[in-house]
């Protein structure tokens, strides 16, 4: 999925590795693989990939990890994968 990327630069993701468990959630929900695990703690592989979707967050029991979830363009697109609809972020661009 390497090619799969957002816009550089500006995704919201953050990871507190101080307080990260390891327990794996983040990688097992995240859609394009962004976390791994290695050696009991999650490693943000490629911030550029993720979509802000918010399930890492969600699902991360000690809140190690820290996201905008549905931002922008980003939640216009998922949006529109789950409904069938057109994307429409109201950004005065185009999705």
Same mark, same amino acid.
């Given at each position: 999925m390497a090619e799969l990327r957002y816009i550089e630069d500006v995704v919201t993701l953050e990871l507190d590795a *101080? @307080? %990260?468990i390891g327990c794996g959630m983040c990688q @097992? /929900? %995240?859609p394009? +693989? /962004?976390l791994v /695990? *290695? *050696?009991r703690k999650a490693l943000i592989t490629d911030r550029d990939? %993720? @979509?802000e979707c918010g399930a890492c967050a969600g699902n991360c029991p000690? *809140?190690?990890l820290r996201v905008k979830a549905g931002v922008g363009c980003a939640s216009a697109i998922i949006h529109s994968w789950?409904? +069938?609809e057109e994307?429409? %972020?109201d950004c005065g661009g185009s999705c």
């Open positions: *101080e @307080i %990260c @097992i /929900v %995240c394009h +693989g /962004v /695990v *290695e *050696e990939r %993720c @979509i000690v *809140e190690a789950l409904t +069938g994307p429409s %972020c």
